[in-house]
């Protein structure tokens, strides 16, 4: 038996892959791990299993990779008999986005052993599945405030996966995760790879942390072109942010280090922008190339024409793809005789 075969099983029969897309599917990798601050990691992977609809592709074996030692599985008693044993699943699903797009996601428990072979397996999986780009996520404890927008910062082999987002000037040293081995290989083997990293305030580090996993997750559907519902995100991060800000206000102290930490980091923001004014700053929206709006609109006035021309005819138009993409992307309610007053919520 080869070595492949006892690290993972493939799903039979194979649900299929890539579909949706105009090149291979993007990989986003979310193990459960060391650099998992505020839960980000974790959560940005129940977070997509939850709200899309996934299959199976490849599943790990645990005895080859898990310490259970080091990560013992809950058991349940009940009437002085087991009746239920966590499992620890480790494995590769397909998952469509809210636009039907297939992309790849590997989570589970981070392994305890065998990094090497099982980066090995991942970027064989890679290939096997001819995925276009991989992105692992992390999240680390920062000095910075909860008050400011939060940080994603990024590394990685391809400029058009990096872009405009924030990256760290110079050498950085990390401690190691099965995940940089992964983006190690993948390098090896001239795959496209990268790395993003939410910077968690780290007195919220201990405690689900939703503005992270937003931020990471919004990240990758601007490299990547996907599409999430985050709309459950967003209440959570509006509760968080109202619990934060009454801490906060009923402590003198509290606040004193949240403003040291704001100065601290508008200092270093400010200084960022020096050094690299072309990139895009955390809390700013991603501008579309005039390229990209010239596109929409005129999608958006040849929409308004078919609408006319079916209402001339008698009956209503239904709605076409270029308008529902304009509308996702642009607010803008076609609905609306006047394409600039429509401006509107986008509901996901």
Known sequence: MSDDHRMYELEYPSPAVGEGGPAGPTLIIAMQGYADAGHAVEGSADHLKAALESRTVA???NDELIDY??????VTLNQHEISNVEDLELDMRVLRDSDGTSFLLLSGPEPDLRWEAFSEAVADLVERFDVRETICLYAAPMGAPHTR??????????EELVGSMFTFDGMVTIPGSASILIERELHKRGRPVAGFTAHVPHYVASSPYPHAMYQLLQ??????????????????????SRQLAE???ASEEVAQVVHALEQHYDTEMEEYRERNPEAMMPGEAQVPSGEEISEAFENFLAAIEDRDRALGEGHSPGEDESTRRLS????IDPSEDDGFEGLAEDDE
């Open 59 to 61: 599943t790990f074996n």
């Open 69 to 74: 030692r080091a990560r013992r599985p809950v």
């Open 149 to 158: 927008p939060l940080v994603v910062s990024a590394h990685g082999n391809r």
């Open 219 to 240: 990240s990758v559907e601007d490299s990547a072109n996907l599409r999430f519902p985050l709309r459950s995100l967003e209440r959570d991060m509006a509760k968080v």
């Open 247 to 249: 801490q906060t206000a």
């Open 328 to 331: 996702d992307h642009y607010f």
